[in-house]
């Protein structure tokens, strides 16, 4: 299996920082890589796919990059409707493995 | 809009099987691998496995001897069967749609969650 390590687990932010997670494949992965924003009691919504490119009506301040075996994601300036779990999943081979989760708190 | 609504028993004993189904509204059926991914109290998401429309699937090794994934095409419907369940297998449950004609195949549409308790 393809192991994802995320760092960190635990971002302690305030509103208006920039914020930037990432994710690291034990094997290459090429592209195949997404993040998703999680907040409790509700679906995973997906943010980024194929490691850079911006979901439908996901704001502008949500970024992806990296290929291969290191990913990040970054959030420009961080709003308060941010403050959620972020997890990293590659979609390159089977099983399709998730990252441990990045939980974004409010500082 | 593509909506996945999903349904099932909530509370499962132990040593029995569990099983939700999951309906698709909107958008097409076939092109698409429609998949199960959990997430146990406090732990982090983990992918069950998935099936296309012509009933292939794919399915997580480490859970691979006790799931079925089947899926009906007249009712744009999927379902998770998992035997033998334990304590362990208490978490909230997801259905997904993953986008094979995507750059990248995400998985972009998710049903709303069931969350199944595993009782002694």
């Known amino acids: 299996d393809i192991q994802l390590t995320q760092s960190p687990s635990f971002l302690s932010a305030s509103v208006g920082d920039r914020v930037t997670i990432t994710c690291r494949a034990s094997?290459?992965?090429?592209?195949?890589l997404a993040w998703y924003q999680h907040k409790p009691g509700t679906a995973p919504q997906l943010l980024i796919y194929?490691?850079?490119t911006l979901q439908g009506e996901v704001p502008s301040r949500f970024s992806g990059s990296g290929s291969g075996t290191e990913f990040t994601l970054t959030i420009s300036s961080l709003q308060p409707e941010d403050f959620a779990t972020y997890y990293c999943?590659?979609?390159?081979?089977?099983?399709?493995?998730f990252g441990g989760g990045t939980k974004v708190e409010i500082k | 809009q593509v909506q996945l609504q999903q349904w099932g028993a909530g509370l499962v004993k132990h040593s029995e099987t569990l099983s939700l189904t999951c309906a698709v509204y909107?958008?097409?059926?076939?092109?698409?691998?429609w998949t199960w991914i959990r997430q146990a109290p406090g732990k982090g998401l983990e992918w069950i496995g998935e099936?296309?429309?012509?009933?292939?699937?794919n399915y997580n090794p480490s859970l691979k001897s006790r799931v079925t994934i089947s899926v009906d095409t007249s009712k744009n419907q999927f379902s998770l069967k998992l035997s033998s369940v334990t304590a362990a297998d208490t978490a909230d449950y997801y259905c997904?749609?993953?986008?094979?004609?995507?750059?990248?195949?995400?998985?972009?549409?998710w049903g709303q969650g069931t969350l199944v308790t595993v009782s002694s």
């Open positions: 999943q590659q979609l390159n081979s089977y099983p399709m493995t």
């Open positions: 997904a749609r993953r986008d094979i004609r995507s750059s990248g195949a995400p998985t972009d549409y």
């Open positions: 099936v296309n429309h012509s009933g292939s699937t």
């Open positions: 909107g958008g097409s059926f076939s092109g698409f691998y």
């Open positions: 194929a490691a850079s």
């Open positions: 094997q290459g992965i090429s592209s195949y």
